[in-house]
Nanobody
Framework: QVQLVESGGGLVQPGGSLRLSCAAS????????MAWYRQAPEKGRELVAT???????NYADSVKGRFTISRDNVVNTVYLQMNSLKPEDTAVYYC?????????WGQGTQVTVSS
């Protein structure tokens, strides 16, 4: 059994910052890739950022230069530092981790960017 617990969402003004966390626990031998996705109202889920087990990262063009994904392999946690937030970043953010052949999703955390 694997559980992912997300935290750090909330309401922030445009230009502000938030840091999301996603901690994995349970029957974990090794975590491979980790990622953040988001889903805005009436839109499909989109990939925001990925980080490989070796630390390599990739970002959606819409967040490059503003968001930073990182991970702590000791505590099986992935982070998303979000700076210079825009109203179009408003969405539910989901973390995703790969454990061998299986993938697991977090419960989602709401991020709202509004004045």
């Amino acid at each position: 059994q694997v559980q992912l617990v997300e935290s750090g969402g909330g309401l922030v003004q445009p230009g502000g910052s938030l840091r999301l966390s996603c901690a994995a626990s349970g029957s974990i031998f090794k975590v491979y890739g980790m990622a953040w996705y988001r889903q805005a109202p009436e839109k499909g889920r989109e990939l925001v950022a990925t980080i490989a087990s070796g630390g390599g990262t990739n970002y959606a063009d819409s967040v490059k230069g503003r968001f930073t994904i990182s991970r702590d392999n000791v505590v099986n946690t992935v982070y998303l530092q979000m700076n210079s937030l825009k109203p179009e970043d408003t969405a539910v953010y989901y973390c995703y981790i790969e454990l061998g052949l299986n993938g697991y999703w977090g419960q989602g955390t709401q991020v709202t960017v509004s004045s």
